[in-house]
């Protein structure tokens, strides 16, 4: 991968600003992520208890976390060959994000834990399409590594578009239904949105990768809530669920309020 950098621009010292800016970016993100886990953790919200899969899940995406803000700050700071091979690395870490959030995904519908606050249908059709969305944009970050002012930028989108649990664990989500799944979404597009409001002070203009990334975020979102409320969406659910819990729990209706404190990752 190549620098993680917003690229060259036409006044002042802004290459060095524009380093920075990634940087921020990046750090920003993470402590988002970090704030939103703990506080669950914090309110009893999780658990150690949970299963294998659900440490293995956390595991794997708080390494991305560690990549990305280590990128951030290599792209800044060097040794630029570093930040080269841990790109590659980060690529195929890629792989393993999807996997194991599709598990975690798939054993919550199958076992009739969706938090309360999601219809469990969307909850399974949309989750993925984040993910998808995800590998969409980060891939072509990569694809256009040798344009850092795209490849910046792109990277930023697609973290910026698996925000939504990090967000969902600060937000008071049942006080969102139904639109508690758009307010987690929201959240992450506050940092694209912020790079482009920084470009436009900056630069001038905002640049076209962030209404790229901007704009699959949010067609994401609205294709994959369609596709919850149709018959597609039907039977996508009740192939995932077959012969399970969850099969029993009507996929469009939002769960009832659960009468014991709400624990995830089960």
């Known amino acids: 991968m190549a620098t993680i950098a917003f690229g060259p621009a036409p006044r002042g010292d802004a ?11 990046a750090i920003a993100m993470a402590v988002v992520v970090i704030a939103g886990f703990s506080t669950q953790l914090a309110l009893g919200r999780s658990t150690f208890e949970s299963p294998l899969r659900v440490h293995v899940h956390a595991v794997v995406f708080m390494g ?8 951030a700050w290599l792209a800044t700071r060097g040794p630029l060959a570093l930040h080269r091979r841990l790109g ?7 792989a393993l994000m999807v996997v194991t959030a599709l598990t975690v995904i798939v054993a919550a519908a199958r076992n ?5 606050f ?29 344009e850092t002012a795209w490849h910046a930028r792109l990277h930023v989108c697609g973290m910026a578009a698996i925000m939504g649990p990090a967000f969902g664990r600060l937000l008071p989500m049942p006080l969102l239904i139904p639109w508690a799944f758009e307010c987690a979404v929201a959240g992450g597009l506050l940092f694209p949105l912020a790079g482009a409001l920084r470009d436009r002070r900056v630069l001038g203009r905002a640049h076209p ?12 979102m609205v294709l994959s809530n369609t596709i919850a ?38």
């Open 88 to 94: 590659w690395i980060a690529a195929g870490w890629m």
């Open 209 to 220: 990768a962030w209404w790229w990334g901007i704009g699959a975020i949010l067609a994401t």
């Open 118 to 146: 999601f219809a469990p249908q969307r909850f399974v059709i949309s989750n993925p399409a984040s993910m998808i969305c995800f590998v969409a944009l980060t891939g072509t970050a990569i694809a256009r590594r040798r």
């Open 15 to 25: 290459p060095a600003a524009d380093h920075r800016f990634a940087a921020t970016l």
């Open 64 to 71: 991305w976390v560690a990549l990305f803000v280590a990128q």
């Open 112 to 116: 009739g834990t969706v938090p309360f």
């Open 229 to 266: 409320r149709t018959p597609l969406g039907d039977a996508i659910y009740a192939a995932v669920t077959a012969g399970s819990p969850g099969a029993a729990i009507p996929g469009p209706a939002y769960p009832p309020l659960p009468d014991t404190p709400l624990r995830t990752g089960r």
